[in-house]
């Protein structure tokens, strides 16, 4: 057997040049002059250690912090009643989004419903995102970017290889889907539990001869927040958009931050946290709540 050793970087601790990782004792004392460094993308364990907080939220109250690579993905199961903030601090994220319910996978994210039922194709705040059972996983309650997508779906591994020449996730220019697939194994599931998802900070419309049109992004610092009426999987792919027109492969990091806000449920429902909700929305929630509460969870 031989053993491939690599010269230690400028700078790095001690031990672990060649000779110092080709034990099993240098090696544990590397890993270990890591602990407590911060990688430019990475989840903040525990979640009070994030640089930062939206206004009006302690750190010590997050639940989730993060910045996701460009062409990253990343993953999190999340209670009812927490509240997500995506935020494209460059410019150029994707944030390429599905829902499970985390107590019955089955019932996932249904673009078809999602734009039929509230008669609107673009999302905006007061959207919910619904499951094929009649019933909302979460509402978009906040919005500063108004540039998504709920009509092309990910990138796919074939049309990224025929346009950028790969599409692995450990490649240059990782798929969408490949990415969401990852996730996905992460709880059991696997290709047959990923539909088409919907994406944020990258616009599309649909022009009057029915093409669409790609918007591209509102510029940096955008963020958009989504509310969950059930405990949830949320899968998250940050990878160019499948209809940008750039010839190279072009994305930047996506900063996600989460915190209990179940409070707001009901002011929700009510019409004060985002204005009134139309008749199907409403009708949306209550199939949630009945079901939570035929489950024992209300």
Known sequence: MTTTTHPARPGSPPGTGASGTATTAGAKAHARAQHGQVAGFMRHVPPATAPDAPEGVARESLVWSETVAPGGYTTAVLARGTRVRLTDPVGDACAHVLLHRADAPHERLNVADTVKVPWQAYLRAGHPLLSGFGRVLATVVADTSGRHDALTGTTTREGNQARYGES???????????????????????????????????????????????????????????????????????????????????????????????????????????????????????????????????
Do not use: Y
């Not at 509102?218 to 949320?234: E, K, M, N, T, W």
């Not at 002011?267 to 009708?283: K, S, Y």
């Open 168 to 298: 692995a996730p450990e490649s240059a220019a990782p798929a969408g889907r490949e990415l969401l697939t990852l996730g996905a194994l992460k709880h059991g599931l696997g290709v047959r539990d990923l539909p088409p998802s919907i994406s944020f900070f990258q616009g599309v419309r649909v022009d009057a001869d029915g093409a669409f049109e790609w918007l591209g992004s509102a510029g940096p610092g955008a963020s958009i927040d989504l509310l969950l009426h059930v405990d949830a999987i949320v899968l998250l792919a940050d990878t160019a958009h499948p209809l940008d027109p750039r010839p190279e492969f072009t994305c930047s990091a996506l900063e996600v931050r989460a915190w209990p806000a179940a409070h707001e449920l009901g002011p929700l429902a009510a019409g004060e946290l985002v204005g009134p909700l139309g008749p199907e929305h409403l009708q949306a929630i209550a199939n949630t709540d009945a079901d939570l509460k035929a489950r024992g969870v209300l």
